[in-house]
């Protein structure tokens, strides 16, 4: 169930077209940061740079203040200059080789929208997404779009441009984030600070991709992986940001020039097996193994009207689905049943080839549902089954001592990549701070996230060059069934570890998503809770405005006859209890044998105590995936989820 985590990851077409390279040879006259309907930084100095000539001067206007600079060998330039306290729209002239003109600029804050996809999740598909958009009118917020580009070394530039918050622009690009427009929609409200959102992130991946190499190298928990993306570097491999894209190009023969999928392919070398199945047939049942598996089915002439969709089923370890040699989808989510929209123009009436490499890693792996859910289904819903015969094909018998690609995932997660892609080419942009969703994608690897997420700060902190900025972490929201006995839990784990960065890093905080979560989706819809959340930790701490942003915390445990007293923090109103019952938490003995216990406020506190527990010596609250958590203060805040043992 863990790995239902990105089931909108349309973004693995990436995988299977090569990758375009970052382009480092034609860079542009100003950095693609700055532009028309920008928001700059107020109260710091700026730095706006580009490229020219080298050895070629450029001046730099805005607001009556001017500022040159001699650009230098590699021809980059740049220059510093402090904006002015302004309300009103400005206009930044640069000259040099050319002379580029920016206009309708404010001075305000910007924010760096940071993570996998929940971060990356559109206002429209936000609970009242529709009503949402229509609102959205907001002349001074600002939205930029950093277009997703993994690399493996830091990249010069990034794709994007700056647009004015209105119903139409916040469904450009992917759409705004809600998390990050519920943000900056609350802190208008309450500083009337003009606000830019740049939204830097992407679905399915992990801190580590965020971070640089300088920064995880004294982890020493990537070295192997970052000596791999070193490798592929000096070879000049196009940068997919993943290994088994690599792999792929590597040993997989079928992938040449999309051999096996063409539509006319002569298959009289192939075996004919059966689906679900097929792999015994080819030899292959006990093994690792890649093979292609091609079926034809006739269509109607003519088409029904409508999108049609191809279902498959649970698949072990890795599809890639192409329909007359069409890419059509791909995932790598072992637990997630193939459901691929197939694009306009793919089908056709009459004769369809439906061709699916299958990387299976398990000897019982490959296709794994029912053969009922193995169906193309038409725009009208007509259903073509797809189980039974097919023809097969063995491409790469993958048993040891054949090398395995270092992971299976077809979207980046290599260690740096997306730092140097999508991180590096966009500082040294002035901001206020950043916003952090991400967490997932980490999970099976909580006790090492302590280290990571600080290390990640840390890094895009030096980075940037402008101090222990803010950074504002969301913490995991609630998802998967609830567990009826209590234990342990690498969710909660995760959750532990965002608290504790929040707690130990400088300048940052943490907003609880703990109540808005969703047991069958990790993607909830309930991004505005979030959203104001994340606003309340910056207007208090970034902007100084007296207004409650955290959910109690625990502060200390007291040992009373045949109980635990927990103490909290940050009551603002009081302990509360939202709900029918107070909830959840557990209680174990020195066996360290968890029980749920029963809990009662007394004033800021709570006395967890069981029959089943004579002498408590630890506690937990909300210490799993998807807890019962009750326990708010009168701010209408959540508690952070805790435990007193280690």
Request: neutral net charge.
């Given at each position: 169930?863990?790995?239902?985590?990105?089931?909108?990851?349309?973004?693995?077409?990436?995988?299977?077209?090569?990758?375009?390279?970052?382009?480092?040879?034609?860079?542009?006259?100003?950095?693609?940061?700055?532009?028309?309907?920008?928001?700059?930084?107020?109260?710091?100095?700026?730095?706006?740079?580009?490229?020219?000539?080298?050895?070629?001067?450029?001046?730099?206007?805005?607001?009556?203040?001017?500022?040159?600079?001699?650009?230098?060998?590699?021809?980059?330039?740049?220059?510093?200059?402090?904006?002015?306290?302004?309300?009103?729209?400005?206009?930044?002239?640069?000259?040099?080789?050319?002379?580029?003109?920016?206009?309708?600029?404010?001075?305000?804050?910007?924010?760096?929208?940071?993570?996998?996809?929940?971060?990356?999740?559109?206002?429209?598909?936000?609970?009242?997404?529709?009503?949402?958009?229509?609102?959205?009118?907001?002349?001074?917020?600002?939205?930029?779009?950093?277009?997703?580009?993994?690399?493996?070394?830091?990249?010069?530039?990034?794709?994007?441009?700056?647009?004015?918050?209105?119903?139409?622009?916040?469904?450009?690009?992917?759409?705004?984030?809600?998390?990050?427009?519920?943000?900056?929609?609350?802190?208008?409200?309450e500083?009337?600070?003009?606000?830019?959102?740049?939204?830097?992130?992407?679905g399915?991946?992990?801190?580590?991709?965020?971070?640089?190499?300088?920064?995880?190298?004294?982890?020493?928990?990537?070295?192997?992986?970052?000596a791999?993306?070193?490798?592929?570097?000096?070879?000049?491999?196009?940068?997919?940001?993943?290994?088994?894209?690599?792999w792929?190009?590597?040993?997989?023969?079928?992938?040449?020039?999309?051999?096996?999928?063409?539509?006319?392919?002569?298959?009289?070398?192939?075996?004919?097996?059966?689906?679900?199945?097929?792999?015994?047939?080819?030899?292959?049942?006990e093994?690792?193994?890649?093979?292609?598996?091609?079926?034809?089915?006739?269509?109607?002439?003519?088409?029904?009207?409508?999108?049609?969709?191809?279902?498959?089923?649970?698949?072990?370890?890795?599809?890639?689905?192409?329909?007359?040699g069409?890419?059509?989808?791909?995932?790598?989510?072992?637990?997630?049943?193939?459901?691929?929209s197939?694009?306009?123009?793919?089908?056709?009436?009459?004769?369809?080839?439906?061709?699916?490499?299958?990387?299976?890693?398990?000897?019982?792996?490959?296709f794994?549902?029912?053969?009922?859910?193995?169906?193309?289904?038409?725009?009208?819903?007509?259903?073509?089954?797809?189980?039974?015969?097919?023809?097969?094909?063995?491409?790469?018998?993958?048993?040891?001592?054949?090398?395995?690609?270092?992971?299976?995932?077809?979207?980046?997660?290599?260690?740096?990549?997306?730092?140097?892609?999508?991180?590096?080419?966009?500082?040294?942009?002035?901001?206020?701070?950043?916003?952090?969703y991400?967490?997932?994608?980490?999970?099976?690897?909580?006790?090492?996230?302590?280290?990571?997420?600080?290390?990640?700060?840390?890094?895009?902190?030096?980075?940037?060059?402008?101090?222990?900025?803010?950074?504002?972490?969301?913490?995991?929201?609630?998802?998967?069934?609830?567990?009826?006995?209590?234990?342990?839990?690498?969710?909660?784990e995760?959750?532990?570890?965002?608290?504790?960065?929040?707690?130990?890093?400088?300048?940052?905080?943490?907003?609880?998503?703990?109540?808005?979560?969703?047991?069958?989706?990790?993607?909830?819809?309930?991004?505005?809770?979030?959203?104001?959340?994340?606003?309340?930790?910056?207007?208090?701490?970034?902007?100084?405005?007296?207004?409650?942003?955290?959910?109690?915390?625990?502060?200390?445990?007291?040992?009373?006859?045949?109980?635990?007293?927990?103490?909290?923090?940050?009551?603002?109103?009081?302990?509360?209890?939202?709900?029918?019952?107070?909830?959840?938490?557990?209680?174990?003995?020195?066996?360290?044998?968890?029980?749920?216990?029963d809990?009662?406020i007394?004033?800021?506190?709570?006395?967890?105590?069981?029959?089943?527990?004579?002498?408590?010596?630890?506690?937990?609250?909300?210490?799993?995936?998807?807890?019962?958590?009750?326990?708010?203060?009168?701010?209408?805040l959540?508690?952070?989820?805790?435990?007193?043992?280690?």
């Amino acid at each position: 169930m863990r790995h239902k985590l990105i089931v909108s990851l349309v973004l693995t077409c990436l995988v299977l077209n090569a990758a375009h390279a970052v382009n480092q040879t034609a860079q542009p006259f100003v950095s693609p940061m700055f532009g028309d309907n920008m928001v700059i930084q107020r109260g710091k100095t700026n730095t706006i740079w580009g490229w020219t000539k080298a050895g070629e001067n450029v001046r730099v206007e805005l607001a009556g203040q001017t500022a040159t600079a001699t650009a230098g060998t590699d021809g980059r330039w740049s220059v510093h200059l402090l904006p002015p306290a302004s309300s009103h729209s400005l206009t930044l002239r640069v000259a040099g080789s050319q002379t580029v003109v920016f206009t309708n600029i404010l001075v305000g804050d910007v924010w760096l929208c940071g993570g996998q996809s929940n971060m990356e999740f559109p206002l429209s598909r936000a609970r009242n997404g529709d009503a949402e958009i229509k609102a959205a009118n907001h002349p001074n917020l600002r939205l930029f779009t950093v277009k997703q580009q993994p690399a493996y070394a830091p990249a010069s530039t990034v794709q994007g441009a700056w647009s004015v918050c209105t119903p139409q622009t916040v469904t450009e690009n992917g759409g705004v984030s809600a998390i990050g427009y519920f943000f900056a929609r609350k802190i208008q409200s309450e500083t009337n600070i003009p606000i830019g959102l740049i939204k830097d992130c992407w679905g399915g991946t992990p801190a580590e991709s965020w971070t640089s190499a300088e920064g995880l190298r004294p982890l020493k928990d990537f070295n192997t992986p970052l000596a791999e993306v070193d490798r592929l570097r000096e070879r000049g491999a196009p940068p997919y940001g993943n290994y088994i894209s690599h792999w792929y190009d590597e040993f997989d023969a079928g992938q040449k020039d999309n051999a096996w999928a063409a539509p006319d392919l002569d298959e009289h070398d192939w075996k004919t097996v059966t689906i679900p199945g097929g792999f015994s047939e080819l030899g292959v049942s006990e093994m690792p193994a890649l093979c292609y598996f091609r079926k034809t089915v006739t269509l109607p002439d003519p088409l029904p009207a409508g999108s049609a969709k191809i279902f498959l089923g649970v698949i072990e370890r890795m599809d890639t689905t192409q329909i007359n040699g069409r890419w059509t989808g791909a995932s790598a989510w072992v637990e997630n049943p193939r459901a691929y929209s197939i694009g306009d123009g793919i089908l056709k009436p009459g004769t369809n080839v439906v061709t699916v490499r299958v990387f299976k890693t398990k000897p019982d792996g490959g296709f794994k549902s029912d053969p009922k859910q193995l169906k193309l289904v038409l725009g009208d819903k007509t259903e073509i089954p797809l189980a039974g015969e097919w023809k097969g094909k063995l491409s790469v018998d993958a048993r040891p001592p054949h090398p395995l690609p270092l992971g299976f995932e077809n979207w980046p997660t290599m260690p740096s990549v997306l730092y140097d892609g999508m991180i590096a080419p966009v500082a040294p942009l002035a901001i206020s701070g950043a916003l952090w969703y991400q967490g997932e994608a980490n999970t099976d690897r909580a006790k090492q996230y302590r280290t990571l997420l600080p290390a990640m700060i840390a890094d895009w902190r030096k980075t940037f060059g402008q101090g222990d900025f803010p950074f504002y972490i969301v913490s995991l929201a609630a998802f998967m069934q609830h567990r009826d006995a209590p234990g342990d839990d690498a969710w909660a784990e995760l959750r532990e570890a965002q608290a504790f960065t929040a707690r130990t890093v400088t300048n940052s905080g943490l907003a609880l998503a703990i109540d808005v979560g969703n047991a069958n989706d990790i993607h909830p819809v309930d991004k505005k809770e979030v959203g104001e959340r994340l606003a309340l930790c910056a207007l208090a701490n970034h902007h100084g405005i007296k207004v409650p942003f955290a959910g109690p915390t625990f502060d200390h445990v007291e040992k009373i006859p045949g109980a635990l007293k927990l103490h909290f923090k940050n009551t603002d109103g009081g302990l509360v209890v939202k709900g029918d019952k107070l909830g959840e938490f557990a209680i174990a003995g020195e066996d360290h044998k968890w029980c749920w216990a029963d809990a009662k406020i007394e004033g800021d506190t709570v006395i967890v105590s069981s029959r089943k527990v004579l002498s408590p010596k630890a506690a937990r609250y909300a210490w799993q995936a998807n807890p019962v958590a009750t326990l708010f203060n009168g701010a209408g805040l959540p508690a952070v989820p805790f435990r007193t043992d280690e």
